[in-house]
């Protein structure tokens, strides 16, 4: 069955250090992947997708997301996080198998706090 | 271009009564989805549809819940009648079937 995790209800770091928000999924065929945020009162963004090529996705904001086939997992990193990085970060997938019927899955979230 | 519009923003009503939700994708997505999501946890799907023909409903509860999408366009999310606990925000997203889901920015409801 099609699953995605994130075992971190949330992340705390401090201002300009390096951020991972972690994520790990399960499904049948070949995966797409994505992350979103979610600002206070805000609808879901989109930052960034992985469908194939190369491992490293850059996105929105200075994000990027690193995805390890044999982890099976997709973690978002951004080199040094800022104040207002801070917000719920979703990560999703799409399993494009002829089972999945390409449904979109979401974890449950992180919530990233940045420290001044 | 425009983003994925849905109305009402807020919606507020007693248990048993009846709601609807509209929705209206960004033009030329084909896959259109409905999610619901409750106060501090990550958007269920509730349906998806590709163009007019629904491709995943196994998390609606159809016993209340229903939706259609008019011509393979706009959409409407129909709970009657409602319970306590589907107080959430219902979220409309739309897509390309390789692109990442572009999504609006929700009803909020809450049933009293």
């Known amino acids: 069955a099609q699953s995605v995790a994130q075992p971190e209800d949330q992340v705390n770091v401090a201002e300009g250090n390096p951020l991972t928000v972690k994520c790990t999924y399960s499904?049948?065929?070949?995966?797409?992947l994505f992350w979103y945020v979610q600002y206070p009162n805000r609808g879901l963004q989109f930052l960034l997708k992985?469908?194939?090529?190369?491992?490293l996705v850059k996105g929105s904001y200075g994000f990027e997301a690193e995805f390890n086939k044999s982890q099976t997992s997709f973690h978002l990193k951004k080199p040094s996080a800022l104040v207002s990085d801070s917000a719920l970060y979703f990560c999703a997938v799409r399993d494009m198998g002829p089972a999945g019927g390409f449904k979109t899955i979401f974890g449950a979230g992180t919530r990233l706090f940045v420290k001044a | 271009e425009a983003g994925v519009a849905q109305s009402p923003r807020y919606k507020i009503i007693e248990k048993r009564q009846s709601v609807a939700f509209w929705c209206n994708p960004i033009s030329g997505h084909a896959t259109l989805y409905w999610y619901q999501q409750i106060l501090g946890q990550g958007p269920k799907l509730l349906i998806q549809?590709?163009?007019?023909?629904?491709?995943?409903d196994s998390q609606l509860p159809k016993d209340r819940f229903s939706a259609e999408r008019l011509k393979g366009v706009d959409s409407t999310l129909k709970i009657q009648p409602a319970k306590l606990e589907d107080s959430a925000v219902y979220l409309c997203?739309?897509?390309?079937?390789?692109?990442?889901?572009?999504f609006g920015p929700g009803t909020r409801l809450t049933v009293l």
């Open positions: 997203a739309s897509s390309l079937v390789r692109g990442g889901g572009f």
């Open positions: 549809f590709q163009n007019n023909g629904v491709v995943d």
């Open positions: 499904v049948s065929g070949n995966p797409y």
């Open positions: 992985y469908i194939t090529g190369d491992n």
